[in-house]
């Protein structure tokens, strides 16, 4: 929380200093000149007032080079409010500010930290590939050890192709199915998010619903006709839709769990009613394990539920944090994938040995005894008590959890799809949000997605949170 000190390496830095290269000519509707950002970290030890001033002179900075002023959307706090906290450091379950705030982080990098942020093993061993160099643009040994990892534990997966993120890894699959099975059309479900890819970006959730956005702008009509939506949880639209669109659908595409809508569960029965119609169809199943991938069990949502899909995706986890993506299926899918057969996809950086080296790293300590056990407990713990917090303070609220991924909403419930977890108070969300800022507690900065725990996080961690949740939820 605010006031604690800074880890060692964020306290040897005595400040930061952004200085943007003179541009080679003047910039319409601004000064030529950037102007120089110094945030100096100060931390005291003792009771601080919580502040985020060096965060908003960075941020603002940030805006004149970048548009948003971030890299990626949800970053920016627009469904939160405020301006976004800049971050200098993260160690286990923690995150420190440039203002010097400590923070109990529940983003996790938006999953990949699943072990804790800045494992020591994952470090060291990154430290020694480093020696030998960050890219190769050729195969390495690393590709064949993760490979194996993979295969021997998603139950799908026969053949693998590594990518660098979780959106080119849906680009690979999407462009599979339709090469396997000869067809263009596509399902997909109301507030899924499967990467920013045309195709994708219709009814799509996370920093798409964030934005208020219902598409995309610059996306042709061309490459969104074939893509077909259904509500998550509803089978019988699905089937509807093989009926009306018979012997043209490719594959159903869907998080096995949704995460980018805020944490939906699915239905009992749902992904076996998929699983059905897909084959009677001659359509392909495709779980986007982007977000559940080695979260929900070390083989995925598809080992947790029991149910085979003919292709998975991958991302977060299996990079240990470095960026990194994959896609595999069924040996006989995967052969369609170039140079093995004709569908084409490559990537310079990708299976480069870094991001090999922490996913290796990373799903070795996911494979020790009591892993998943203990998600579980703390994540329910969590879920728990902030509900309980809520009831207390007279909020209507409802949430869930599995394993090691979670979510609340403000509305009273039950959320079974995108339309559902609409009817949430953003409004009342943001308070709660800024408040738990406050109070030393990061969550995702949007009511539709999803938070994840980690091994690192402590049953303190889950205490002080829930405390932190109740003070905030009294006063809101």
Known sequence: MAGAAAPAAAAVA?????????????????????????????????????????????????????????????????SVGGQPIVFDSVKGSRMWDVDGNEYIDYVGSWGPAIIGHADDEVNAALIETLKKGTSFGAPCVLENVLAEMVISAVP?????????????????????????TGREKIIKFEGC????????????????????LPDSPGVPKGATCETLTAPYNDAEAVKKLFEDNKGEVAAVFLEPVVGNAGFISPQPGFLNALRDLTKQNGALLVFDEVMTGFRLAYGGAQEYFGITPDVTTLGKIIGGGLPVGAYGGRREIMEMVAP???????????????????????????????????????TGDLVRGILDAGAKTGHEMCGGHIRGMFGVFFTGGPVHNFGDAKKSDTQKFGRFYRGLLEEGVYLAPSQFEAGFTSLAHTSQDIEKTIEAAEKVLKRI
């Open 156 to 180: 799908s997966v026969e053949m693998v192709r590594f990518v660098n993120s979780g959106t080119e890894a849906c680009m690979g699959a999407l462009r599979l199915v339709r090469a396997f």
């Open 193 to 212: 998010y499967h990467g920013h890819a045309d195709s994708f970006l219709v009814k799509a959730g996370s920093g798409v619903a964030t934005l208020g």
């Open 340 to 378: 093995a057969g004709p569908m084409y996809q490559a990537g310079t950086l990708s299976g480069n040995p870094l991001a090999m080296t922490a996913g290796i790293h990373t799903l070795r300590r996911l494979t020790e005894p009591g892993t998943y056990e203990y998600l579980d407990k703390i």
């Open 14 to 78: 005595s400040g930061i200093s952004a200085r943007p290269a003179a541009p080679r000519r003047p910039l319409a509707g601004r000064r030529a000149r950037l102007p120089v950002v110094r945030a100096a970290i100060s931390v005291e030890k003792g009771g601080k007032a919580y502040t985020v001033q060096k965060s908003e002179e960075i941020f603002n900075a940030a805006k004149e080079l970048m548009p948003g002023g971030v890299s990626s959307p949800v970053r920016a706090f627009k």
